[in-house]
């Protein structure tokens, strides 16, 4: 079995509030006014930096942040948080440049999934597998877990129904899912995209694309999510097979699951008979301790791992409760729920006064200092997993443990001369023109970490004029 790289990538949501008297500005606008000084540098809104991440403007004006390849939890934590920061610089700048052409605004960054129009844009995670692993067969018993999952790591929401009727959910993205595997992306929006595309030596191995997640605040969440991703990956390619698990319809599946907060409804299977997504979340955790007390998850991290069962279990055991106090520090939609019920408590508030709503939203906020979440951690009042420290670290430096560090080393060596090149995840390129063999390497491994190419690529800056 590989070691498991992973990624996250995350459209963040934009919008702007003017001053009184200034000019009103759209998403697109603000989008041009954030991504300026990236064009402007880059000649490109689609870039690589120097910490090994990608940032780009997607389709609807949206940020967005990959983070560079990670094989450790916190290292992806750290490099996750640093997404923020990125994204919320770019904000920062782009009100001083309006400034400048006196339109007095604040321009917002939310880590959301939904937009004020009912729009949704994602949070996608990127798990490494071996090619023999036959994707399609491990995705389909990969789904009823994450249907299922979002009772330990959903973002949590103020739902209005169809009806009218208003309605605290589990999970943001659940209600936009209309496939389960497919290798689409945007047309069918599946959970899973099994779209070949490895981003790596294609003999040797698959990516899958996970694309069903919320996007987390909360540190304990985001680690959560992927530990027991990773987890239950390991668990089916180990041979263990969870196919009694399989969903009669995962689209109803994961939409009736996020209504219920009581994790009790009645999940049709696949074989005739029911279940609910407490005893699904319960199976896999079952089969996954088994797993790792067996031996696996043989990494050096395996206490992070051995943290979070310990964590999901928690959270299981409050969903069946409901007493959700255990989890409101780690879990974000036991967090926001939690805000959401002493507003409604201090207030006489119900749940669809437009006050909640701004709770919702503003849960959502990346700005240090005004997004809640950041003024929970500061209270203590939220889970860190990582340090200011670390987070700081990852935004300028490529991690150390996978070929992202040849990559941030590349860029940061052809910015600091002024040199011409080109990036994308496997390709560096230097000069300007026609890839040759003598300016382009390829990295298909990505697990490398030194590279002679890279190094003579990098000795022909030294002759930029």
Same mark, same amino acid.
Request: aromatic share 6%; charged share 25%; glycine share 6%.
């Given at each position: 079995?590989?070691?498991?790289?992973?990624?996250?990538?995350?459209?963040?949501?934009?919008?702007?509030?003017?001053?009184?008297?200034?000019? $009103?500005?759209?998403?697109?606008?603000?989008?041009?006014? #954030?991504?300026?000084?990236? !064009?402007?540098?880059?000649?490109?809104?689609?870039?690589?930096?120097?910490?090994?991440?990608?940032?780009?403007?997607?389709?609807?004006?949206?940020?967005?942040? $990959?983070?560079?390849?990670?094989?450790?939890?916190?290292?992806?934590?750290?490099?996750?948080?640093?997404?923020?920061?990125?994204?919320?610089?770019?904000?920062?700048?782009?009100?001083?440049?309006?400034?400048?052409?006196?339109?007095?605004? *604040?321009?917002?960054?939310?880590?959301?999934?939904?937009?004020?129009?009912?729009?949704?844009?994602?949070?996608?995670?990127?798990?490494?597998?071996?090619?023999?692993?036959?994707?399609?067969?491990?995705?389909?018993?990969?789904?009823?877990?994450?249907?299922?999952?979002?009772?330990?790591?959903?973002?949590?929401?103020?739902?209005?129904?169809?009806?009218?009727?208003?309605?605290?959910?589990?999970?943001?993205?659940?209600?936009?899912?209309?496939?389960?595997?497919?290798?689409?992306?945007?047309?069918?929006?599946?959970?899973?995209?099994?779209?070949?595309?490895?981003?790596?030596?294609? *003999?040797?191995?698959?990516?899958?694309?996970?694309?069903?997640?919320?996007?987390?605040?909360?540190?304990?969440?985001?680690?959560? *999510?992927?530990?027991? %991703?990773? #987890?239950?990956?390991?668990?089916?390619?180990?041979?263990?097979?969870?196919?009694?698990?399989?969903?009669?319809?995962?689209?109803?599946?994961?939409?009736?699951?996020?209504?219920?907060?009581?994790?009790?409804?009645?999940?049709?299977?696949?074989?005739?008979? %029911?279940?609910?997504?407490?005893?699904?979340?319960?199976?896999?955790?079952? @089969? !996954?301790?088994?797993?790792?007390?067996? /031996? =696996?998850?043989?990494?050096?991290?395996?206490?992070?791992?051995?943290?979070?069962?310990?964590?999901?279990?928690?959270? #299981?055991?409050?969903?069946?409760?409901?007493?959700?106090?255990?989890?409101?520090?780690?879990?974000?939609?036991?967090?926001?729920?939690?805000?959401?019920?002493?507003?409604?408590? *201090?207030? /006489?508030?119900?749940?669809?006064?437009?006050?909640? $709503?701004?709770?919702?939203?503003?849960?959502?906020?990346?700005?240090?200092?005004?997004?809640?979440?950041?003024?929970?951690?500061?209270?203590?009042?939220?889970?860190?997993?990582?340090?200011?420290?670390?987070?700081?670290?990852?935004?300028?430096?490529?991690?150390?443990?996978?070929?992202?560090?040849?990559?941030?080393?590349?860029?940061?060596?052809?910015?600091?001369?002024?040199?011409?090149?080109?990036?994308?995840?496997?390709?560096?390129?230097?000069? @300007? =023109?026609?890839?040759?063999?003598?300016?382009?390497?390829?990295?298909?491994?990505?697990?490398?970490?030194?590279?002679?190419?890279?190094?003579?690529?990098?000795?022909?800056?030294?002759?930029?004029?």
């Amino acid at each position: 079995m590989i070691r498991r790289i992973v990624g996250i990538e995350t459209e963040f949501g934009i919008t702007s509030v003017s001053a009184r008297g200034s000019r $009103a500005l759209g998403a697109d606008e603000v989008a041009r006014f #954030l991504f300026r000084p990236i !064009v402007e540098r880059s000649r490109s809104s689609n870039v690589f930096l120097a910490n090994g991440s990608r940032l780009y403007l997607d389709v609807g004006s949206h940020p967005e942040y $990959a983070t560079a390849e990670c094989d450790g939890l916190r290292q992806l934590i750290a490099y996750d948080k640093a997404g923020e920061r990125v994204v919320d610089d770019l904000a920062v700048e782009a009100e001083r440049m309006l400034a400048e052409q006196s339109i007095l605004a *604040k321009v917002f960054i939310f880590k959301n999934n939904t937009d004020s129009s009912g729009h949704s844009y994602g949070c996608h995670e990127n798990y490494l597998v071996d090619r023999t692993t036959t994707l399609r067969d491990i995705a389909v018993e990969l789904l009823p877990f994450l249907v299922s999952r979002q009772l330990i790591c959903g973002a949590g929401k103020i739902l209005t129904e169809p009806n009218g009727e208003v309605r605290y959910c589990f999970s943001q993205r659940a209600k936009h899912m209309w496939d389960g595997v497919s290798s689409a992306t945007t047309r069918s929006r599946p959970m899973i995209n099994t779209r070949d595309e490895p981003h790596a030596d294609s *003999k040797k191995f698959r990516r899958m694309h996970v694309i069903v997640g919320d996007s987390n605040m909360i540190e304990a969440s985001t680690m959560l *999510k992927v530990a027991s %991703t990773r #987890l239950v990956l390991e668990l089916l390619e180990s041979g263990v097979s969870m196919s009694h698990l399989a969903i009669a319809n995962p689209v109803r599946a994961i939409r009736e699951i996020s209504r219920d907060l009581t994790g009790t409804a009645e999940i049709a299977l696949a074989d005739g008979t %029911t279940t609910s997504a407490l005893a699904l979340q319960r199976e896999f955790l079952s @089969a !996954v301790k088994t797993y790792f007390d067996g /031996g =696996g998850c043989d990494r050096s991290d395996r206490e992070d791992y051995a943290a979070m069962i310990e964590l999901w279990e928690r959270a #299981l055991d409050a969903v069946d409760s409901g007493d959700y106090s255990s989890i409101a520090t780690e879990i974000d939609w036991a967090a926001k729920l939690q805000l959401i019920r002493a507003y409604q408590d *201090k207030g /006489g508030l119900e749940l669809d006064d437009p006050k909640l $709503a701004q709770v919702d939203l503003t849960y959502h906020d990346v700005r240090p200092g005004r997004g809640i979440v950041s003024l929970l951690e500061a209270r203590g009042k939220a889970a860190k997993i990582v340090t200011d420290e670390e987070i700081e670290a990852a935004r300028v430096e490529a991690p150390t443990t996978t070929r992202a560090k040849l990559r941030g080393k590349f860029i940061a060596a052809a910015e600091a001369a002024g040199a011409e090149f080109t990036v994308d995840w496997v390709h560096l390129k230097a000069g @300007a =023109g026609t890839s040759t063999a003598s300016n382009t390497v390829a990295l298909l491994d990505p697990f490398v970490q030194s590279d002679e190419r890279v190094d003579s690529l990098i000795a022909t800056f030294s002759s930029v004029p």
